[in-house]
């Protein structure tokens, strides 16, 4: 058997203690469940092997793959479109300052795409549902 720790608020697997390795008292508490003062529970050696790889959850006491919340996945999504745009503001800053030294070499193409990049970051920033975040194309990747 395998021991499964997991947060008791979050539901998240932690860890996983395969019952074969002695552990010291202190980690481990038998009496109550708990390893370091979470929960765990108790799968075999075939359910701790389908699991690798997987983020996983304890729900009702049965381990299950974890499922992002619509929240988590907005983040993500809104976190990506941010950085693609942060990144190629970045990588395009230098023509500022080549046009301060070669003026009339700023391409147009550049400039707008820049006005954009700031433009949406500033809108996907208040933006509120992923459909919504999701309409910005991806010409900054």
């Known amino acids: 058997m395998i021991k499964v720790k997991y ?10 203690f395969p019952s074969n390795i002695n552990y010291s008292n202190d980690v ?11 929960p765990y529970i108790e799968i075999s050696k ?3 092997e389908a699991a ?10 049965s381990l299950t793959e974890y499922v992002k919340t619509n929240a988590e996945v907005l983040e993500e999504t809104r976190s990506l479109k941010l950085g693609l745009r942060k ?3 970045k990588n395009t ?3 500022l300052v080549r046009e301060l030294d070669e003026p009339g070499t700023y391409p147009k193409e550049i400039k707008d795409k820049r006005i954009l990049a700031r433009k ?5 920033k208040v933006t509120n549902t992923l459909e919504e975040i999701n309409s910005y194309n991806e010409i900054f990747e």
């Open 87 to 89: 990144v190629y503001l």
């Open 7 to 16: 947060n008791a608020t979050t539901t998240k697997v932690e860890g996983y």
């Open 28 to 38: 481990i508490d038998k009496e109550s469940k708990m390893i370091n003062g979470n």
């Open 46 to 48: 075939e359910e701790h």
């Open 120 to 124: 949406e970051r500033a809108e996907i």
């Open 52 to 61: 690798l790889g997987k983020k996983m959850c304890v729900i009702g006491g």
């Open 93 to 95: 800053d230098w023509y």
